[in-house]
Structure formats: C-alpha cells, structure tokens
C-alpha cells in the first residue's frame, strides 16, 4: 500500500502546510515569531503536534484524521525525523540569508530507505530570477500510518509555552449595531368622507 504515498489525505495536509508556509500567511507567520519570540515551530522541548494544533492545520477526511495526525508527529515520527523538520522551520522563519520566501511540503514513496522508517530531506528549490528560494520539506517513506493506529487527542501545552493557543487566528469585529431610530406609524384607519 505504500506506493499510494501521497493519498487523499497527504494532499489534503500537505496543501494546509504549504498554504501556511507561503506568502502572506508566511509573513503573518514570521513577524508572529519575530515579535514574540514565540519559538514553538523549533525548540526541541516541544512538539509538532502541539506546533499543528496551534495553527489549525489537521486533515479532515478519513477516519480520526485529526488523531492520527497528532499521533504520527508525536509518536509515530522518529525523534530524529521532528527535529530534522524544526530545524528547517527554524530555518525558514528566522530566514537569517535573506533570500528563503516559504516551504513547501511533500511525502514521497520511497522503497530504498529502511523498512518501516521515514527520512526527512530538506532542499532548496528555485524560486525566482532574483536569487530567492523555497525550502522543501519531504518525507520519504515505504509505508502508511498503520490502519489500526487510533491516534492521539488534541496535545495539551508545551513547556513553557507562551503567546496565545492559536496566535494567528483573527479575531472577528463584531459589528456595530446601528442606531434605533423611531419610525412613525402610519395610521390604518380610514379617514371619514367629508359630507358636502
């Protein structure tokens, strides 16, 4: 079955991480971490999971998507494999060569690696006749997450946490109520006939 790398549900996520990763909602991104000094895409004592939560990105198709997703960044990725990636969100977000513009993501079948493992490979590709560039972030596998696999719950905190649960949620304005203003009614009664 792991020829099927990626299914439905690797598009689905890989195109929420892209999305995320690229213009605009990039930058939103990057002036977050920059302002706050929030370091959760990277610091080794946290978890992507709880990065993927933060920013409201899970698939949502197929049974438990959502858990399963937490379980194989917490779990189910090797040590090894989450800080091959937080090294290469650190990369991108802090950006210190000044030329790398997003990330873009992909999970590929790959039957030379070691059975039942993942490689994380990070490259850099073209972006531009002015010198920038996109970091890609692939995940080479021979397998799927296990059918079995029940998933884990949304992660709690991670240690030391700080800013806001989702720190790139908008809050919505509500809108301003208009000013009541009375209206007079029109009578409903008949007006007599004038007698001549």
Known sequence: MGDLI??????????????QFTATPFTNLKHY?????????????KNLARASFRLNIWPSSGTKPKRRWFAFLKR????????DIQD????????TTGDIVGVHFWAQFDASI???????????????????????ITLLCDHEIPAGEAGDPNPGPDPGETGPVHPLVK????????PYKATAKK????????KR
């Open 6 to 19: 990626p299914n439905g549900n690797d598009i689905e996520i890989i195109n929420k991480l892209t999305t």
């Open 33 to 45: 971490v920059s302002t706050s000094g929030d370091d959760f895409l990277w610091n080794h004592s």
């Open 76 to 83: 189910i990725l090797s040590r090894q494999n989450q800080i």
């Open 88 to 95: 290469a969100l650190k990369t991108a977000v802090q950006n």
């Open 114 to 136: 070691p059975r039942n493992t993942y490689v994380v490979q990070v490259t850099r590709e073209a972006a531009d006749g002015a010198g920038n560039v996109f970091l890609k």
């Open 171 to 178: 809050k919505k304005k509500k809108a301003k109520k208009k």
């Open 187 to 194: 009578s409903t009664r008949k007006r007599p006939a004038k």
